[in-house]
């Protein structure tokens, strides 16, 4: 056994303790731990205690507080709240009054007690594990109390799990699982909890050989970081050192010996009463009942009232009692509870493997395990612990357990430059979920002190980096003035890059709670400086443009002008996409008021427009990017039109009136420049195919002259080509009342009556064709012909064209006919047969009519009567061809 050191790190003895310095165990002062459990000890005594020690040489060094908490056998230690005199740090005191055990009448029985508790404080101090109880000051002794001092603690398990009842005479107690009532602990808390009392059982087992002989919810202390802690080592015996799952001999529970001076026999394992046999599975079988005591309000599943006959006979009924109690304990739990509360020690799992199982598989649960073992951890595992499991986890952990659990670590670690940069991280994950109050009274008074404190260069980048989230938070401008700004400007004039573009980012996102006057004396003259020295670095360019959309509104007009357009087109020249974005973006700002930021019409015309239009082909720019670029040039576009109308309407009206243009004052002179301007409008549709009324008797075709079919003329030099819709039985009604002969018919008509031979018919004018046969007489009436589909009868005969030049009768041309003469295009002329294959295979669907007129040759006029659809046949590609061919003969 050996004093407890205050301040000295121990190192693992040569039986492999593990010793854990209370520095190391330091939890948060009272100031900043609100008392989450405080609500539930409103029967204990409050204020100061000054006589709770009397002579004790304690008192000479601690301050007693108030009464929280009983623990021990038969709760007989006192919990005080308490601080050290020397340095104000919390404790908790454990006061025994000797009076309590004066009720034993026999001395030696007290003594005996006295002693077995002063031995278990010893046992404390030299059994150092994270999860065993930390003693700070060692056990004093007067001839009233004995005390000592412990890492505070808000009490003991079984004051925090017991239903109060109404003869209790101790301090109220808490339903930690009743209908009626809220629950202390939350479902992550009792993982944990459980969890630690195994790892603290398995300390003691495999690293200390020895058995606890009295695990029960009295002998474990819950701390203010809500860590369960395991103490009451007053019966602790030493296992077996080959194996420890061999029994070794100790005494059962006895009615001769005080309650107080042996085991609770409640949770003492069935092979000690009856047998008087130990091993460290009969401490699983004790840890068995206290998880029953935790889901059955303090209430263990064996409720002997120190009668050793009703114990032996519950036990041989335990499993039925187990079976019908199950259905309070969460499901993870059932199997494993089975097991350790089974009759042959054998069955039940040892501590080890206990640990093991899916019930406490749960990240939060192994985040908390390894935050109570970090300060045995070196720096790099510290560093990855706190950047990456830490802060994934920490949304998963109740909020109740960040205060409890893990601030003060953090707070703890804030003190240690290696891992300053990675702590940040969680720490500002905290800072962000927490609301506004909790980070000014719980988190702001350690976080200040980084802010002047010494830095590395990542934790001074990932401090600036996050300062919008501060702020978000910290609504004291004593903070900003004293804190941040310093940062600030200390980082501007850093020497390190990563620190001075961190700056820039850290303005941006904190320019709305920055001063005027500090941006424009300040921010802007030294992100210009950081801009001309890292020039060539995009990175940096990228964070100056983004620093300065940010302040833009808050520079005056000519350090725009001067300071902040010139950037602009220097860098609007790069072909990086995202500099091209952002200069684009800052342009868009300066467009919602250019007279505010001194965006000219001149200047975009001389400046920016040719800056920015040849990144219009810039094949980076994706096409979002592209369409932002064409848009915010479009907008001056736009700026620029509306400012130059306006200035020349505004020199129009001042100006004297002056006309350039030609007064014409003469009708003459009007019509004529009427004529001209609606002869260009027209012109276009004068020549469409689709006009049919500008040509008239100007369309020159030899030897053809074309009647209106409508009527009388349109004018003296057009005729107008009229369009009708004809059905087939319209047609077979016209040419029923006409000469038959002059028709070629349509083989299959009444196959197909219904069908429609066209839908868009021309009447076509009618076109007389000048015999060139001598034998034909000028009197003689031209043939007449109506162009259709071959009739069956003459598919098969030939038809020659007379291509002979005009004949002349009695010494005199035919002058008359329109344009020279016309071959004749009867079967029986004897002539070259130029056409005669190409005419006999026409056979139309539509049923055109070439019909003759009475009237002479000679006289050059055409009845409206009979007339032809010629131009119909004009329309099909192949009429269309052989015509041309005729007219090019001529």
């Not at 064996?302 to 079976?323: F, G, P, R, T």
């Not at 799992?349 to 640990?355: E, G, K, V």
């Not at 306006?646 to 129009?652: A, G, I, P, W």
Request: glycine share 4%.
């Amino acid at each position: 056994m050996f004093k407890f050191a205050k301040h000295e790190r121990s190192s693992a003895n040569a039986n492999s303790v593990i010793q854990v310095s209370s520095e190391q165990q330091q939890q948060r002062s009272s100031a900043h731990s609100p008392n989450v459990y405080a609500q539930h000890h409103h029967g204990f005594q409050q204020g100061h205690n000054t006589n709770v020690l009397g002579t004790n040489q304690l008192g000479q060094f601690f301050e007693v507080g108030k009464l929280v908490s009983t623990a021990g056998p038969e709760h007989v230690w006192k919990v005080y709240d308490g601080w050290r005199k020397c340095d104000g740090k919390e404790v908790s005191i454990f006061v025994f009054e000797k009076k309590t055990a004066e009720k034993l009448h026999k001395p030696k029985r007290k003594e005996t007690i006295t002693e077995i508790l002063r031995s278990s404080v010893k046992q404390l101090e030299r059994f150092r594990h994270p999860k065993i109880l930390q003693v700070v000051y060692s056990v004093e002794e007067c001839p009233e109390t004995l005390a000592f001092a412990s890492e505070p603690v808000h009490g003991s398990l079984a004051n925090l799990i017991s239903a109060p009842t109404a003869c209790s005479s101790g301090p109220h107690h808490v339903q930690i699982n009743g209908p009626d009532s809220h629950p202390v602990f939350l479902d992550v808390e009792l993982k944990y909890g459980i969890l630690q009392i195994i790892e603290a059982l398995q300390f003691l087992h495999y690293t200390g050989k020895i058995l606890h002989r009295n695990v029960n919810p009295s002998s474990i202390l819950v701390t203010k970081r809500g860590t369960w802690k395991l103490a009451g080592l007053e019966f602790i015996d030493k296992a077996n050192e080959l194996d420890g799952l061999e029994s070794v001999h100790v005494l059962g529970w006895t009615s001769k010996v005080p309650k107080m001076g042996q085991p609770d026999l409640d949770y003492t394992a069935p092979e000690v009463q009856i047998t008087s046999t130990c091993s460290i599975l009969s401490d699983m079988f004790s840890l068995g009942m206290v998880i029953t005591s935790i889901f059955n309000n303090g209430k263990p599943l064996i409720q002997s009232n120190h009668s050793n006959s009703q114990y032996l006979k519950q036990i041989e009924v335990i499993e039925a009692m187990l079976a019908d109690f199950l259905s309070k304990v969460p499901v993870g739990l059932h199997e494993a509870l089975q097991r350790l509360l089974s009759k042959e020690p054998r069955q039940r799992p040892t501590s080890q493997l206990l640990a093991l199982i899916k019930y406490f598989a749960d990240p939060a649960v192994h985040t908390l395990q390894f935050l109570d073992v970090i300060s045995m951890k070196d720096p790099s595992q510290k560093a990855n612990f706190y950047r990456h499991q830490l802060k994934d986890v920490l949304p998963y952990i109740p909020k109740k357990l960040w205060f409890q659990h893990v601030w003060p670590t953090l707070q703890a670690e804030m003190r240690s430059q290696e891992v300053l940069a990675a702590v940040l991280q969680p720490i500002l994950l905290l800072i962000q979920e927490c609301s506004a109050a909790e980070v000014e009274n719980m988190i702001l008074p350690t976080f200040r002190t980084v802010f002047a404190a010494p830095k590395s260069i990542q934790a001074t980048v990932t401090i600036l980096e996050n300062l919008n989230i501060v702020l978000e938070k910290i609504s004291e401008e004593r903070f900003l003035e004293k804190e941040v700004i310093p940062l600030l400007f200390n980082a501007f004039d850093s020497t390190t890059v990563q620190v001075q573009n961190s700056a820039l980012i850290s303005t941006a996102l904190v320019c709305a709670y920055l001063d005027d006057a500090f941006i424009k004396k300040t921010v802007l003259p030294k992100t210009k400086l950081i801009y001309e020295k890292y020039s060539g670095d995009l990175k940096i360019v990228l964070n100056v443009l983004g620093c300065i959309e940010k302040i833009l509104p808050k520079l005056d007009r000519s350090m725009i002008i001067e300071d902040v357009l010139p950037i602009l087109y220097e860098n609007a020249k790069t072909q990086d996409p995202d500099i091209i974005v952002k200069v684009v973006q800052i342009y868009r700002i300066m467009l919602e008021d250019n007279k505010k930021y001194g965006l000219s019409v001149n200047l975009m015309a001389t400046r920016v427009l040719p800056s920015l239009l040849p990144q219009t082909v810039n094949p980076s720019l994706h096409l979002e990017q592209f369409t932002c670029l064409l848009e915010v040039m479009h907008h001056m576009l736009d700026h620029i039109d509306r400012n130059q109308r306006n200035k020349l309407k505004l020199d129009h009206l001042t100006a004297p009136q002056t006309s350039s243009i030609p007064n014409y004052h003469s009708s003459h002179d009007r019509e004529y420049l009427y004529s001209r301007t609606s002869g260009l409008k027209s012109l276009h549709h004068q020549r469409s195919s689709d006009n049919m009324t500008g040509y008239g008797t100007n369309m020159f075709i030899p030897n053809v002259q074309i009647d209106n079919l409508g009527g009388s003329p349109q004018g003296s030099n057009s005729y107008v080509c009229q369009r009708k819709t004809s059905s087939a039985e319209d047609m077979i009604r016209k040419t029923a009342s006409q000469d038959g002969a002059n028709f070629l018919r349509v083989q299959g008509q009444n196959q197909f009556p219904i069908r429609r031979l066209s839908d868009n018919t021309l009447m076509a004018p009618r076109i007389r064709v000048a015999p060139s046969s001598a034998l034909s007489s000028p009197g003689d009436p031209l043939p007449a012909r109506r162009h259709s589909s071959i009739g069956p009868e003459r598919k098969n005969s030939s038809s020659s064209v007379n291509l002979s030049p005009p004949m002349v009768r009695n010494g005199l041309a035919r002058s008359s006919i329109v344009g020279g003469s016309m071959p004749n295009t009867t079967t029986s002329c004897v002539g070259n047969t130029f056409l005669s294959g190409s005419m006999s295979s026409l056979k139309s669907r539509r049923p055109s009519m070439l019909t003759s007129s009475n009237a002479s040759v000679h006289s050059g006029t055409l009845s409206g009567a009979n007339t032809s659809g010629i131009l119909q046949t004009l329309g099909t590609g192949v009429v269309r061809s052989n015509i041309t061919q005729i007219l090019r003969k001529f």
